[in-house]
Nanobody
Framework: QVQLVESGGGLVQAGGSLRLSCAASGRTFSLYAMGWFRQAPGKEREFVAR????????YYADSVKGRFTISRDNAKNTVYLQMNSLKSEDTAVYYC????????????WGRGTQVTVSS
């Protein structure tokens, strides 16, 4: 049974920072890519960031590039999303996901953590 549990969300003022964490269990963490997605009320889910199994390769949506950093600690089975210079449009539920290396699909998802940025 694969389980992903996000944490670290909350309320922050524009320009502030938050660090999200996603703790994974139920599979060999180091063999899988990890990703972050978000969904704002009334909007479709959108991609935020992806990191490969070793942590050497990352990819970001243009909307967060330069402000967000994805990282992972395979010894702790945890992926992080450091969010700086937050904007009101970053307000969303943030979801962690995992998927096989070598592709861009995801097979397991966390339940999400709310990030609210006030202006």
């Amino acid at each position: 049974q694969v389980q992903l549990v996000e944490s670290g969300g909350g309320l922050v003022q524009a320009g502030g920072s938050l660090r999200l964490s996603c703790a994974a269990s139920g599979r060999t963490f180091s063999l899988y890519a990890m990703g972050w997605f978000r969904q704002a009320p009334g909007k479709e889910r959108e991609f935020v960031a992806r990191i490969n199994r070793s942590g050497a390769i990352t990819y970001y949506a243009d909307s967060v590039k330069g402000r967000f950093t994805i990282s992972r600690d395979n010894a702790k089975n945890t992926v992080y999303l450091q969010m700086n210079s937050l904007k009101s449009e970053d307000t969303a539920v943030y979801y962690c996901a995992t998927g096989p290396a070598g592709g861009y699909e995801y097979d397991y998802w966390g339940r999400g953590t709310q990030v609210t940025v006030s202006s």
